[in-house]
């Protein structure tokens, strides 16, 4: 909601003269903040051979100003097989682990404009790997708060939760991301009862699975575990996306003299 005040202040005449002054004070008065929604995750892309070409679906029902969140996992165990990301795409982090298997989960954001195309190819060297993009609506311009990640090993199952990060701001949301590479087949997932789920996608066409969900971000600590069965690493990765927000304005318009007529 939108208020304007105006407030006049005449002075005493000065030879002939009246001073004047005119403030408008104009404030925009936030409504409570939206929260963020998820609008959707296209389709996984993944390959029974090899992949060079990482091309992820864009998800249906994407309206410019949306988050985009891409994750791009494959089977790397040091990360030093660096995707190249497309025009427009900005790594926020990745995490590697290594046991009788190797993985490395990276994560993308941008931010959705008008015209969006069908896909986004990453180009990986020779690689077993697999991608998926999600977005979110009523983020900020600027939607990135914090990111964190960790990766854990052994005898499954193994559990991992994303290393805890306060919320900076009143409704911000938590997404965790999730991968994790199977030793005869895609490992299952389970994901934390904290989160709420959105894709939990173990491939047909190989052994990596990945996984997410969203949670609106507490002040308190709390734990966002989740468990692989069948595998021996896993990837957790965390990020606060920050809400759009209106902030409060304050001008002064005009300030001068009229002659007195």
Same mark, same amino acid.
Not at 46 to 72: F, K, R
Not at 184 to 208: V, Y
């Given at each position: ?44 892309? &993944? ?18 100003? &949306? ?6 996992? &494959? ?5 030093? &097989? ?38 986004? %190819? ?64 895609? $490992? ?5 009862? %904290? ?6 996608? $173990? ?7 990945? !996984?997410?969900?969203?949670? !609106? ?39 001068? %003299?009229? !002659?007195?007529?």
């Amino acid at each position: 909601m939108r208020q304007r005040y105006m407030a006049f202040l005449w002075n005493a005449k000065f030879s002939g003269l009246v001073t004047f002054l005119c403030v408008i004070s104009l404030a925009e008065l936030s409504p409570a903040a939206a929260s963020i929604a998820f609008v959707g995750a296209g389709a996984l892309t &993944d390959s029974s051979t090899p992949m060079t070409n990482v091309v992820i679906a864009l998800p249906s029902g994407v309206q410019a100003g &949306d988050c985009l969140i891409a994750q791009v996992v &494959d089977s790397d165990a040091t990360g030093s &097989d660096v995707p190249s990301s497309p025009g427009g795409w900005t790594l926020l982090r990745h995490d590697s682990a290594s046991y009788n298997k190797g993985i490395s989960s990276w994560l993308y954001y941008r931010i959705a404009g008008a015209n969006e195309p069908g896909s986004y %190819t990453w180009t990986i060297s020779p690689e077993f790997a697999l991608g998926v993009m999600a977005a979110w609506r009523g983020a900020a311009s600027s939607p990135i708060g914090l990111v964190t990640g960790t990766s854990a090993t052994g005898s499954s199952p193994v559990s991992a939760s994303p290393p805890w990060a306060s919320a900076t701001y009143s409704n911000e949301l938590r997404l965790c991301f999730y991968a994790s590479e199977g030793n005869h087949g895609a $490992p299952a997932m389970s994901l934390p009862g %904290t989160l709420t789920p959105r894709l939990n996608a $173990p491939s047909s066409r190989e052994w990596l699975t990945v !996984a997410f969900g969203d949670a !609106a971000a507490t002040a308190s600590s709390t734990t966002y575990s989740a468990t692989e069965n069948g595998g021996d690493v896993i990837t957790a990765q965390a990020i606060l996306l920050v809400p759009a927000q209106v902030n409060a304005r304050l001008g002064i318009v005009s300030v001068g %003299t009229e !002659a007195n007529q």
